[in-house]
T-cell receptor, first 114, second 112 residues
């Protein structure tokens, strides 16, 4: 498909384990964003990649969270030593330009930490 | 510190009537505003946007109004259809910014 894809769609993990979430942006989109949505909350910005520039990590909630974007395309969000408060839907979005204009979202990964 | 607020968690409207969803913001640096629609188990999809230099933008049944002095925007859907039932998120972007700041969303239910 031509849209943003994310995998897995659902992930259940035990507290203390590490998890990796994957995002494939729309081909040709230079900007990639990660957000999370906790229950009853809006989307919370986590991290932003633009081309080869250093990522904007200002939204990452702790040093247990990290993300990479390889080859300017696929991105992986890693959460180490997961905690129950990490349970949320993690959403990836991509866009053709900076400035926050029209971002195209994937379906999300629902993470449940037990 | 919620910079974008959607104070109505839910709204119920009869099919054919107008739906009005409201959004308030606090950051005067925001210069671009967007509405996203989200169905269950799907990612948000872009609906309509407005630049701070305008006070109205219309696209078919959807119109967004911006009142900069009141730091308030609203989304009007006329006429409302059952397929419009979804969660609607208001989002804002600051000048030169690279991320969207979202409200908590409003669940719209259109009854047939």
């Amino acid at each position: 498909g031509a849209g943003v894809s994310q995998s897995p769609s659902n992930k259940v993990t035990e507290k203390g384990k590490d998890v990796e979430l994957r995002c494939d942006p729309i081909s040709g989109h230079t900007a990639l964003y990660w957000y999370r949505q906790s229950l009853g909350q809006g989307l919370e910005f986590l991290i932003y990649f633009q081309g080869n520039s250093a990522p904007d990590k200002s939204g990452l909630p702790s040093d247990r969270f990290s993300a990479e974007r390889t080859g300017g395309s696929v991105s992986t969000l890693t959460i180490q030593r997961t905690q129950q408060e990490d349970s949320a839907v993690y959403l990836c979005a991509s866009s053709t330009s900076t400035g926050g204009y029209e971002q195209y979202f994937g379906p999300g990964t629902r993470l449940t930490v037990t | 510190d919620q910079q974008v607020k959607q104070n109505s968690p839910s709204l119920s409207v009869q099919e054919g009537r107008i739906s009005i969803l409201n959004c308030d913001y606090t950051n005067s640096m925001f210069d671009y505003f967007l509405w996203y629609k989200k169905y269950p188990a799907e990612g948000p999809t872009f609906l309509i946007s407005i630049s701070s230099i305008k006070d109205k933008n219309e696209d078919g049944r959807f119109t967004v109004f911006l009142n900069k002095s009141a730091k308030h925007l609203s989304l009007h859907i006329v006429p409302s259809q059952p397929g419009d039932s979804a969660v609607y998120f208001c989002a804002a972007s600051a000048i030169g910014g690279n991320k969207l700041v979202f409200g908590a969303g409003t669940i719209l239910r259109v009854k047939s």
